[in-house]
């Protein structure tokens, strides 16, 4: 089946690190995704990563990639008031439509 | 070329009225898909297309939704009879084949009243 699971918020203080968490169902998956949604906002694709690869870095984005576990993971390193937004996991069964999961509000503390 | 347009942002209509939306893709895109979004929800797959053939509906595309791309460029939604449950917020997307992700517009946001 095609099922996308995320924690639904999660809170950190500006400067540190913000982990997002997600799991996913379908192993024929050959990319993942993040989106990120601002208030009032469209989807931005943030990044992605080929499902043959364990992690993906770019500047301040890490994506760990765990395929026994369906295991995807994005990491904001010095996360900012401008990383505020929803953050949106999903996978590409059979590499046609995407599936997205429900999205992790990401609350920045200041 | 400055992304996927979709046309109206907004759109308030009675219970039981039509409602059409479009969607202006990236012009080299052949891949054209629409998502339905609620609130606190994720996007939703409705439908897509490659070029002007519709590849795949999902069970959530009653019959009271239809969705052109006659000349395999721009596409509209339609949909019949309004109820208040149709409201959402409308995205498409667009992609090229075998690309890595879509392009959203900005959405039109439905509310049916």
């Known amino acids: 089946g095609e099922d996308v699971e995320q924690s639904l918020f999660l809170s950190v203080r500006e400067g540190d690190s913000s982990v997002i968490n997600c799991t996913y169902t379908d192993s024929s998956s050959t990319y993942l995704y993040w989106y990120k949604q601002e208030p009032g906002a469209g989807l931005q694709l943030l990044t992605y990563?080929?499902?043959?690869?364990d992690m993906k870095q770019d500047q301040r984005l890490t994506v760990l990639l765990n395929k026994k576990d369906k295991h995807l993971s994005l990491r904001i390193a010095d996360t900012q008031t401008g990383d505020s937004a929803i953050y949106f996991c999903a996978e590409s069964p059979g590499g046609d439509k995407i599936i997205f999961g429900k999205g992790t509000r990401l609350h920045i503390l200041p | 070329d400055t992304g996927v347009s979709q046309d109206p942002r907004h759109k308030i209509t009675k219970r039981g009225q039509n409602v059409t939306f479009r969607c202006d893709p990236i012009s080299e895109h052949n891949r054209l898909y629409w998502y339905r979004q609620t609130l606190g929800q994720g996007p939703e797959f409705l439908t897509y297309?490659?070029?002007?053939?519709?590849?795949?509906k999902s069970r959530l595309l009653s019959d009271r939704f239809s969705a052109e791309r006659p000349k395999g460029s721009f596409s509209t939604l339609e949909i019949q009879r309004t109820e208040q449950g149709d409201s959402a917020m409308y995205l498409c997307?667009?992609?090229?084949?075998?690309?890595?992700?879509?392009?959203f517009g900005s959405g039109t946001r439905l509310t049916v009243v």
């Open positions: 990563i080929f499902s043959n690869m």
């Open positions: 997307a667009s992609s090229p084949t075998g690309g890595n992700g879509y392009t």
């Open positions: 297309f490659q070029n002007e053939a519709q590849l795949e």
